[in-house]
């Protein structure tokens, strides 16, 4: 039976990063999640999410497809995310998602809690922060579009901040943190934990 990683962490700890090389691990497949928010510059349908509007995911929602879905409200208006079952073969495949701490937790409740596995990737939100704005690239954009991404940035920090509690990754039954302030440290402790799942 396959397992189902789930990397989780607050806004621009380095998920994508981390994400991105270890799905070059030919032992793990991607679960691609499907989303409502518009496509961002170099972001591929499909591979990154599956970009879809309300009506297709309710459709998807209707046939007993979703597994988990959460919907954020951004200053952009309403963006939803959904992790959807259609291919997903734990008979033959492991996995790798990104997540939020909830989604991991819907996930885990709908496959168990000995299939999915949670990589819980930290760094200090000084760091965070910094990455986040150049992101967003802001020093290329018009007043009014910085200030709008200024303001979902801190949306999404202050929500963070409720969403990764000390509380709530107690009960999620996060016990490790892996800590990417050293990419290279993080990525082989990952590596290397994948590999005794597996």
């Not at 200090?124 to 150049?134: C, L, V």
């Not at 009014?144 to 999404?156: C, F």
Request: charged share 35%.
């Amino acid at each position: 039976m396959g397992k189902i990683f789930c990397l989780i962490g607050k806004s621009a700890s380095g998920k994508d990063t981390i994400y991105n090389a270890l799905i070059k691990n030919d032992d793990l497949k991607p679960i691609v999640l499907y989303t409502t928010r518009p496509i961002r510059d170099g972001e591929i349908p499909d591979v990154t999410y599956h970009f879809v509007d309300d009506k297709r995911l309710e459709e998807l929602d209707r046939l007993g497809k979703v597994i988990e879905k959460r919907t954020y409200d951004t200053v952009f208006g309403p963006w939803t995310y959904a992790t959807v079952s259609c291919d997903i073969d734990l008979k033959s495949n492991s996995y790798l998602i990104i997540g939020t701490l909830q989604s991991f937790v819907q996930i885990k409740e709908y496959f168990g809690e000995e299939i999915v596995i949670p990589i819980y990737i930290y760094i200090d939100d000084e760091i965070r922060y910094q990455r986040a704005i150049a992101r967003e690239d802001l020093q290329e954009i018009e007043d009014e579009e910085v200030k709008a991404k200024l303001e979902e940035i801190k949306r999404r920090f202050r929500a963070d901040e409720i969403d990764f509690s000390e509380e709530n990754l107690a009960v999620a039954g996060i016990k490790k943190r892996y800590n990417n302030f050293d990419f290279d440290k993080c990525y082989e402790e990952i590596e290397e934990d994948i590999k005794e799942y597996l």
